[in-house]
């Protein structure tokens, strides 16, 4: 839907950024999921740069992205099976995890002995780690462009606002790459492992992982490696945000209107005209894909509008809605 909304790929600012990369500076990057803060997984002190400007701890560890599945062996441990999802998936939405490889920075995996892969399919970071990965195959850090523990931005604005470039701001360039076109982030699995495991759900979906590997994937244990998307309460907005059912939506806005909260509602058309009055409301897609695409600017435009309290209506708990009922739950925990 938003994929025709992206704009050509500009050489000119690649180049830009490949120039910045090279210097250890910091590159705001469209992903197809959501914007990347890129930074060279080489130089230790640009990818420090990145914890810094987003105030994550250090200890939680990056994604590297590379420019397709031949550079999985630079960076890690390839299996069978990691050869066979990234021929299959890559470029595109999803991130498998591997046993690392001595090339790979502690500074990148918080000194954990496993590396995050992932080839995004967006032109424009495409195009830029095509041009910035040359013969030894080098890869970006690229955790999503927000402060830590904030909503993911899927839009160039989002980072505006939030990160900014410098002077004011903390990146030495943003690219804009319009919308993202899946607006949450990738699918995360662990192979580094005896069996494969969820390590974060996405757009691709459990099923479509069983279906390549012909084995199950379960949700990783709580003995999983650190993933800061793991965090009960992620993607948070400011406002208290609580998530309701369908049917209860009403009664609860009526109850918190009653206490005089103004309040800021997110929930399908046809349940607006039951509502009280609202400081906002926002309309939400019924189809899954529309719904996981809109979500952060939803999370965004809700939090933005000065309400007291955020009301979400629950979407469906059916498999493929996993990926959103999963950040909706972060978000409101
Ligand atoms: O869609 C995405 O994956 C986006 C775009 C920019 O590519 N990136 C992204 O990165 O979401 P980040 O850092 O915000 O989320 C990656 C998650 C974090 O929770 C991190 O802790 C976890 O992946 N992670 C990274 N490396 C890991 C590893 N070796 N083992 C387990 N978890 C890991
Ligand atoms: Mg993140």
């Known amino acids: 839907m938003t994929k025709n909304l992206t704009p050509p790929v ?17 590159v705001a990057m469209p992903t197809e999921t959501v914007y990347g803060l890129a930074a060279d997984a080489d130089q230790e002190s640009a990818v420090n740069a990145t914890y810094d400007a987003k105030g994550r701890p250090r200890n939680h560890p990056l994604i590297v992205h590379v420019a397709g599945p031949e550079d999985i062996a630079w960076w890690a441990e390839s299996t069978p099976e990691a050869e066979l999802l990234a021929r299959r998936y890559w470029p595109g939405p999803l991130t498998i995890v591997l046993t690392k490889k001595p090339r790979c920075g502690l500074w990148v995996t918080g000194g954990q002995d496993t590396v995050a892969l992932r080839c995004p399919s967006h032109p424009w970071a495409h195009a830029l780690i095509s041009a910035f990965s040359g013969p030894t195959h080098r890869g970006l850090t690229a955790p999503s462009c927000n402060s830590f523990g904030r909503i993911s931005p899927s839009c160039a604005r989002h980072v505006r606002e939030d990160l900014g470039e410098k002077p ?40 479509m992982l069983e279906e390549t590997l012909g084995r199950p994937v379960p949700d990783a244990g709580a003995d999983a490696p650190r993933a800061s998307g793991r965090l009960k ?4 907005p400011r406002t208290k945000a609580e998530l309701v059912a369908p049917e209860a939506l009403a009664e609860r806005a009526r109850e918190l209107s009653a206490e005089g909260l103004a309040l800021a509602v997110m929930a399908p058309e046809v349940l607006r005209a039951a509502l009280p009055a609202v400081k906002r409301f926002v309309a939400a897609p019924e189809d899954v894909s529309a719904y996981g695409a809109f979500l952060y600017e939803a999370l965004h435009e809700l939090d933005a509008a000065g309400a007291d309290r955020i009301l979400i209506a629950r979407p469906s708990d059916a498999p493929e809605w996993a990926a959103v009922d999963d950040r909706l739950g972060r978000a409101t925990a």
């Open 10 to 26: 500009d050489p000119v600012e690649i180049e830009r950024a490949v120039r910045v990369l090279e210097a250890g500076g910091l």
């Open 168 to 207: 004011s701001g903390k990146l030495d360039l943003i690219l804009d790459g319009g919308p993202c076109e899946f607006g949450i982030e990738s699918t995360m699995v662990n192979l580094s492992g005896a069996r494969p495991e969820i390590l974060r759900h996405g757009v691709v979906t459990r099923a």
């Open 233 to 236: 309460s992620h993607y948070a």
